[in-house]
């Protein structure tokens, strides 16, 4: 009887396992999450935001190890796998750009100093160096600007003094700005850090009301609501909470928006959101959720609102073994005005052991100045296989055919002729993962000769750069 219970014990803990390591994570967004954080007060503009949103983990912290008083600030340069992320404050209204001679805002003060003054403690990575800034602005218009660098490794704090131009009127406002790193430069090295406390100006009757340079004042912020267990952009605009949702309370809303640079440009961005992350060594998402389907349909519920008529949205699942990619299926979404079902079909010769999924709210590749505002809503993820009740299918891949299946001698390919085959290439694996064939396809309908094939399981895969219009295995007899 024990060993009929053991047994009994093991079966479900292994078919509990296949299960949760198919589980798509937070597949209906029913579950946000936002996390509660301290800055200094009056300093508006910090890297914790995208410090928390790439890392986990905040890179402006407050201190007890204060030169004076009870806090101090503390600002490291910080890694993940794909980017470093210097530490950096200010107490501007905005930090478009590498130079903050260009930020807006800052804090009232009509008064003319003739430098800064504080006391620091610092381990700078050597080649890197921490940076401590002045702006000093009339009518938004520049005064003076300043800047010196520290480095090296101070363990007592240490004084430091940065002197101001001559200015030839009043400010009405100034900007304090520090760095972990040299961000005028590059990102950073990893490890930087600096510790700052009592900054003053000099050779003025009184400080800013609002400079807390002795950093005693602090103020609670929340990171953007983000959905759990996905990424999205750095400042949580283009990726939020929609209660226009298919099923449940919530959706996934992702917008194409368009962000000002500090030179008086602009870049336009996707809305994206992905389990994951892009690693632009391999060129393929990378830390994804346990997945072990070799064959299966990524299905959901989407509505798209493009700005441009014909402009279409994306959908894509990367399945990857030991760290490489093995498989996957990237589909454009068309636009409608109601939730739709779709299906992302996908097929691998080896077993994967995780996925990564990633929506995208235009075509990067097609993406303009145009297609600002438009919207896509996802909601209600699922794998084919686990479903119960399984909707009608909208045959989403008709995109291209492939017929007959399986075939002995060739078969006929079929790509609809509203596509672009420029630059189409079908590409064979045999049942190892290995390419053994490529074609490029330079007609709507063409025939595919067995040739020097022989007999067995093949993946036949249609791509366009980045884009997998056919994604599946062929028999050849």
Not at 70 to 78: D, E, I, R
Not at 368 to 386: M, P, Q, R, T, W
Not at 418 to 429: F, K, R, V
Not at 439 to 464: A, E
Request: overall charge negative.
């Amino acid at each position: 009887m024990k060993t009929h219970l053991t047994l009994l014990i093991l079966l479900c803990g292994i078919l509990y396992n296949a299960s949760a390591q198919n589980s798509i994570p937070n597949a209906s967004f029913e579950n946000w999450n936002s996390t509660s954080y301290e800055v200094p007060s009056s300093f508006l503009i910090t890297s914790n935001n995208r410090s928390f949103q790439d890392l986990g983990v905040f890179n402006i912290i407050k201190t007890a190890d204060s030169y004076q008083g009870t806090s101090a600030v503390k600002l490291t340069t910080l890694s993940s796998e794909n980017d470093t992320i210097g530490a950096y404050l200010a107490n501007s209204s905005s930090d478009l750009g590498p130079d903050p001679s260009t930020w807006q805002g800052g804090i009232p003060y009509n008064q003319r100093p003739t430098g800064v003054k504080g006391y620091y403690k610092c381990n700078i990575t050597y080649m890197d160096s921490a940076l401590i800034g002045i702006v000093l602005k009339k009518s938004g218009s520049l005064l003076a600007f300043k800047m010196i660098a520290l480095g090296g490794i101070k363990t007592d704090y240490t004084p430091f003094e940065l002197d101001i131009p001559p200015l030839d009127q009043d400010p009405d406002t100034i900007i304090f700005v520090a760095t972990s790193s040299n961000l005028m430069k590059f990102n950073g090295i990893p490890g930087s850090t600096i510790t700052l406390d009592n900054i003053s100006l000099l050779g003025v009757s009184s400080q800013p009301d609002l400079l807390n340079g002795d950093f005693e004042e602090w103020t609670a912020q929340q990171t953007p609501l983000m959905p759990t267990s996905w990424n999205s952009d750095k400042e949580g605009l283009s990726a939020v909470r929609a209660i226009d949702k298919y099923d449940g309370q919530y959706a996934l809303e992702l917008r194409t928006l368009k962000f000002k640079e500090g030179d008086g440009g602009y870049h336009i961005s996707n809305g994206w959101a992905q389990i994951g992350t892009w690693n632009d060594a391999t060129q393929s998402f990378i830390n994804g959720f346990p997945c072990n389907k070799q064959n299966d349909i990524l299905t959901f519920y989407y509505k798209y609102a493009p700005t441009v008529a014909g402009s279409k949205a994306t959908a894509n699942i990367t399945l990857n073994k030991d760290g490489r990619q093995v498989g996957g299926m990237w589909m454009e979404l068309e636009a409608t005005d109601t939730y739709k079902y779709f299906e992302v079909p996908f097929s691998t010769m080896e077993i994967p052991d995780e996925a990564s999924i990633n929506f995208q709210s235009n075509n990067s590749e097609t993406l303009s100045l145009n297609d600002v505002g438009s919207v896509l809503k996802v909601d209600k993820l699922a794998f084919k296989s686990e479903l119960t009740n399984i909707p009608e299918s909208k045959a989403n891949n008709e995109s291209v055919k492939l017929y007959p299946m399986p075939f002995k001698t060739s078969c006929t390919l079929e790509v609809n002729s509203t596509l672009d085959i420029s630059g189409m290439q079908l590409n064979i694996y045999n049942s190892a993962g290995s390419l053994v064939r490529q074609d490029k396809i330079t007609n709507y309908q063409t025939t595919i000769n067995k040739g020097n094939l022989s007999s067995g399981t093949y993946l036949f895969k249609i791509n366009k750069g980045k884009v997998t219009f056919f994604n599946e295995k062929i028999i050849i007899e």
